[in-house]
């Protein structure tokens, strides 16, 4: 039973490929069953008017009369050729239907493949499993689908096509079946097994392919070529590359060797079965018992009966290979989220009246069981700027990450104006806040959409750009850029420029900014500005993100100051909190930390007055 399924997968994966091939491309599709349809009528036709001229001519051999014999012999032969220019023409035609829906399909899977990328947990980016899964689904091709179904039709077609000349030959002998047989179906078992087997070495040695790439990205991309030079990493890392890159070869390689061999034995029976029929043949027709018609064509049709069998052989390990592959990019189509829709979502206040609570929250990363945040209890209020302290992993980041939805805590719950956030839907939700993380993006796009992704809604020539640019101390240095607001940035593509990381982090900033949200959250905002920079940005802050509610991560406890309650963390709890006057009273954590951070400053002040 359990072989018959296995037998039959393929045609089972169908059932999510034609679906796909109807939404993606049904004019070709159609086109090119029709035309497929056509090439196997004139093939057969082909087949059948070459019998029929054979028996002609073996016919006429034996008559006197040679004229009409050779009319009707001309008759078929003119027919045969109009049958094989009809024939070619559907094969071409049906080659180019099989290729723009190859293409039309291809572009359909990037999308699903896409789709499902841009909306997967980010707990799947932050899982080497998850990068398998991509891989694979890559590896397996976006002309997966399309193949499998022109391979089908190929196949219907070979099929077919064979079927006609089995019965041509055993109508010259039945015997000869058999030795057909031994030509085609050994090689199917080698082909399949083969099939299988470099499946199961490619699924094995994904995470090598994986480190090879990550080691070749090393070595070509701009982020990385400051480092690789002073510290001399390239021919270690050329090395290591090399010795990956041999690895796989050499397996590679064994298997094609093994495959190579075993292939030649099962060619090498198969033309001994050739020549050996030959021989019985020739044999039969020397002592009179088969017609010397029956060798012509016998010649003309088991040649082709073998390429037609070996392509067969091909299509159907090239279906069972298509399959095992398809299997991939459908594990990775089928990764849902976990952060899940609820059924009937309730609708996120335009204004906040309580703002945002954790409430005894707990959380351990998926796949973890070591509890990154325990215990937590914080609040937002609608126009309070806070503030979070804590030492390097004390679990800040992770902490907004769970604020904003990108994962869901392990214990206890968030509240927005006292609703769990679960009973959000999870967009509308998230749209409460921006949010600069501290490896914000660099897009290879102009000052003007690197600002405007903060709220992609708003239409191309909107002011909230400029005014996001001036609030975040942009507007000086992109007002000196050549092109101001449609400067393109990175040195990815032709007439790019690069800014500085301070200029970086200020368009980052304006990006935050200009998203009309309820809560903004600022993950190490100023690491990059210099003190000039970060002074003006937190002199009038409050101005400046217009009197809504903010969540601040720092280390520089000078801008920590002007939050109006401050948080601090350690070990995944929060060990502090209350006002910058309260905390300083209290001697703890925060009162140690500020005084040997401000105690610089002092030596400096003494030095100076
Ligand atoms: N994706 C992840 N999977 C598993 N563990 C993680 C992941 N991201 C962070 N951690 C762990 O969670 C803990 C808290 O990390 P987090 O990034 O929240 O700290 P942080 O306080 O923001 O640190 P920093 O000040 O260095 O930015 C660390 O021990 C870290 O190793």
Redesign the pocket.
Known sequence: MIQTDKFFAPVFSLRRILPMLWQSSRKWTLLSTLLMALEVAFGLAVLYLLKQLVDVVTQMLGSADTEGGLTQVLLFVALTGACTVAFITARGLSGLAREAQGMLVADFVDREVHSRAVRADLAFY?SPQYHDTLERARQSGNQRPAQVVSNLMMLSKNSLMLAAVVILIITINWLLLPVLLIAIVPALLVRIYFTRYLYQWQRRRTQMERRAGYLDWLMTSDINAKELRLNQLGDYLRNQYSKLRGTIRREKLAITKRRTMVELVVASIASVAFFGSLGFLAWQTAEGRNSVGDLVLFLLIFQRAQSMGQELVQQLSKLYEDHLYIGLLFEFLDIRPSISEPEHPVKVPGVLSSGVAFENVGFS?PG?DIP?LRDINLTIRPGQIVALV??????????IKLLCRLYDPTSGRITLDGIDVREFGVEDYRRVFSVIF?DYTHYAATVRDNIRFGDIREPEDTPAVKAAAINAGAAPFIDSLKMQYDTPLTRMFDGGQELSIGQWQKIALARAFMHRSNIIILDEPTSALDPGAEFELFENFRERIDHRAALV?SHRLSTVRMADYIYV?DKGQICESGTHDELIRQQGIYCELFKRQAHHYREVDAETH
Not at 390 to 399: E, V
Request: proline letters at 0%.
């Open positions: 932050e990363y973890t990154v804590g030492a390097n992993g004390s679990g800040k980041t992770s902490l501290q991560i963390m």
